[in-house]
């Protein structure tokens, strides 16, 4: 099988010809690896490869299928999980992580880590340490993030689906940008462990990005099931590939696209819902706009950045201790949100995420009247690389911050309102999703008109991963 045979089908597609034994695994290896020299080193997707052997016997879903997996929360055992990090750039890992172990299970060959922002907190892909990944699409222009590096290998045609965690959009922000799938399951549906059994309080999840609805489904039926050490554990109401395709009945959709933090998105953002409607009404359904958003987007935003920061200074601690590394580990903007975290005191922190329930009574009390929410998936088309690099100004004023130790400061600079409106301000529709726990997911329904991606974000009613 030649590269551009390779390149029309989806995993599902791939995994039926290995099984009727039209194609061998090499086959397929053998194109994936020739796909990559020819476009990785426009994109800069793939940071690291894996060992990964063709003649291996294999079984499952998936058997023969290339794969790739994300440098975070993946571990493979005897290799680094650098998470976009210096810091972490030479410590193997002991062991693999649940998920990895489901996905070879299920027959998949891993070949390479994708890129990442450092510790997964921007909705970029530019770290440091492996330089930025860049839109198939334009390579100007930015896959998104966090999962941006396996995003934009899927959208190459690298591989058909690849491995993506979200813990406030980074598996639906990075599809919305690069025509993709990205499904991000309920809280606690799928494995976090062996190392941790949630984080951040059930926001993060794991996943997948791919091409096709079938893939994500099928997907989903080989990971499903939560850390045996998780405190969720949902019940697994699949197999999720026999609903793809199942008559949903007449559903009640509600629409709404300006938001308190960004009240004039992009005209391309309602493009996007608008191309997602046509699609709806067409099936039958009934599409209403909203009036007022299911949720307070502004307090939503401040409290969700109050936590990241917090969970981003653990993630700079613990690097620390592990490797024994000082500040020179970590980047610049790295520091401040950890400094931000570490400024942040017991009881803010405990109100931040008792805040959360809140949201979560009232996206139940929408959820009584309709059966979906509609939202773009982004509030503007991909944003250029190197658009969220902090103002001089700013640079300077943080960099003598930290030197000082004064990070206390930091409140009082205009830094936390830039992180809201730039790196925010952008992607103002994800976060919801990861702190009430319910699935959503991204679809690629929308093309501007200088042929970008842009998806169209859907939120379900708790446990609905199914729909």
């Known amino acids: 099988m030649n590269v551009e045979e390779y390149r029309r089908y989806d995993a599902t597609g791939l995994a039926e010809l290995v099984a009727k034994k039209e194609v061998t695994a090499a086959e397929l290896l053998a194109a994936a690896r020739d796909r990559a020299a020819e476009v990785n080193p426009r994109i800069n997707a793939i940071i690291a490869d894996i060992p990964c052997s063709a003649d291996a016997e294999r079984t499952g879903a998936f058997a023969g299928v290339p794969f790739l997996i994300k440098d975070l929360g993946m571990d493979y055992a005897g290799l680094p999980s650098s998470q976009g990090s210096r810091s972490l750039r030479t410590s193997p890992a002991p062991e693999h992580a649940t998920i990895v172990r489901r996905w070879l299970d299920a027959g998949l060959m891993i070949f390479g880590k994708t890129n990442m922002p450092e510790f997964g907190a921007k909705a970029i892909t530019e770290p440091e340490l492996w330089g930025p990944t860049r839109n198939p699409w334009d390579l100007s222009r930015t ?19 690849a491995g993506a965690n979200d813990g406030g959009g980074s598996i639906r922000i990075p599809a919305g940008c690069c025509g993709l799938v990205g499904l991000k399951p309920g809280r606690g549906l799928t494995p976090m462990g062996p190392g941790t059994g949630e984080l951040m309080h059930g926001a993060a999840v ?23 050490s998780g405190p969720f554990q949902p019940a697994v109401s699949g197999p999720y590939r026999d609903a793809v395709g199942q008559d949903p009945g007449r559903l009640r959709i509600g629409v709404r696209i300006p938001t308190a933090i960004t009240p004039e998105p992009d005209p391309e953002a309602f493009a996007a819902v608008e191309a997602a409607t046509r699609v709806l009404t067409d099936l039958g359904h009934r599409v209403e706009i909203l009036e007022e958003a299911p949720f307070d987007d502004a307090a939503l935003a401040n409290e969700f950045l109050l936590a990241w920061f917090v969970y981003i200074a653990y993630e700079v601690a613990a690097a620390r201790r592990l490797t024994g590394c000082g500040t020179e580990g970590f980047e610049r903007d790295t520091l401040v949100m950890a400094a931000l975290g570490n400024a942040t005191r017991g009881p803010e922190y405990v109100a931040a995420v008792e805040a959360r329930h809140g949201h979560a009574r009232r996206l139940t009390e929408y959820f009584a009247t309709y059966d979906l929410l509609l939202t773009p998936t982004m509030a503007t088309p991909p944003p250029k690389i190197g658009e969220f690099e902090l103002p001089k100004s700013l640079r300077r004023a943080t960099d003598a911050i930290l030197k000082t130790r004064t990070a206390g400061l930091l409140k009082y600079t205009s830094i936390v309102d830039h992180l809201i409106s730039k790196n925010l301000g952008w992607v103002p529709y994800t976060q919801l999703a990861n702190i009430t726990g319910r699935p959503a997911i991204s679809l690629p329904l929308h093309w501007t008109a200088d042929g970008l991606p842009l998806g169209s974000n859907s939120w379900l009613p708790w446990a609905e991963n199914r729909r």
Not at 143 to 152: F, I, L, T
Not at 207 to 221: E, I
């Open 206 to 228: 794991q996943g997948v990005v791919t091409r096709s609805v079938r893939d994500t489904a099928g997907m989903l039926d080989v990971i499903a099931g939560g850390e045996v």
């Open 143 to 161: 896959p998104g993030g966090s999962s941006g590096g396996s995003a934009a290998a899927v959208a190459a045609g690298i591989v058909p689906a």
